[in-house]
Nanobody, 114 residues
């Protein structure tokens, strides 16, 4: 089993920044990739950024150049640094861990005001 704990969501003005954190516990050595997904009101969940155990990263086109995903040396914590935030970034953000099964955090609300 893998448990994911998220923090860092909140309310920010357009152009501002937020930092989301996700820490995995449990069978962490079974994880080969972690990432962030989001669901905006009335829309399907979409991939925002992922990072593999080999540190390969992938970003949605809409956030490329503004968001950065990183991990700690233990490879059990991932950070999503979000800069130049826009109102369309408003969504519930979910941490994901890819293992033999897919695990999800509880979600954290990000609201960007205009």
């Amino acid at each position: 089993q893998v448990q994911l704990v998220e923090s860092g969501g909140g309310l920010v003005q357009a152009g501002g920044s937020l930092r989301l954190s996700c820490t995995a516990s449990g069978s962490i050595f079974s994880i080969y990739a972690m990432g962030w997904y989001r669901r905006a009101p009335g829309k399907q969940r979409e991939m925002v950024a992922v990072i593999s155990s080999g540190s390969t990263t992938n970003y949605a086109d809409s956030v490329k150049g503004r968001f950065t995903i990183t991990r700690d040396n233990a490879k059990n914590t991932v950070i999503l640094q979000m800069n130049s935030l826009r109102p369309e970034d408003t969504a519930v953000y979910y941490c994901n861990a890819a293992a033999p099964y897919m695990y999800w955090g509880q979600g954290t609300q990000v609201t960007v005001s205009s």
